[in-house]
């Protein structure tokens, strides 16, 4: 049973700084590309950024770039999100995915495996 549990999200202000963690379990992490999506509410699930298996490349989405580093520890298990310079526009519930995929995507649904969410409240 594949399980993601994303964790360290909260309440920050404007400028602040998060780290989001996704604890992956039932699958081999280290062959599976790790991304981060959110979701606003009344909007549609975004890319924020992603990390391939095979190379460790890392890509973002425009609005986040050079704010937010992904990072994955593949001893553990963990894909990590480093935001800083929050903005109240990244406000959102924060999801990892996980994909087996040859080449590394960006599009939401053809992630196959997802947690549960973490909630990002940036206040302004």
């Known amino acids: 049973q594949v399980q993601l549990v994303e964790s360290g999200g909260g309440l920050v202000q404007a400028g602040g700084s998060l780290r989001l963690s996704c604890a992956a379990s039932?699958?081999?992490?280290?062959?599976?590309?790790m991304a981060w999506f959110r979701q606003a509410p009344g909007k549609e699930r975004e890319f924020v950024a992603a990390?391939?298996?095979?190379?460790?490349?890392?890509y973002y989405a425009d609005s986040v770039k050079g704010r937010f580093t992904i990072a994955r520890d593949n001893a553990k298990n963990t894909v990590y999100l480093q935001m800083s310079s929050l903005k109240p526009e990244d406000t959102a519930v924060y999801f990892c995915?996980?994909?087996?995929?040859?080449?590394?995507?960006?599009?939401?649904?053809?992630?196959?495996?997802w947690g549960q969410g973490t909630q990002v409240t940036v206040s302004s």
């Open positions: 990390i391939s298996w095979s190379n460790g490349n890392t």
């Open positions: 039932g699958l081999p992490f280290s062959s599976y590309h």
């Open positions: 995915a996980a994909d087996d995929s040859i080449t590394l995507v960006t599009t939401p649904l053809l992630y196959g495996y």
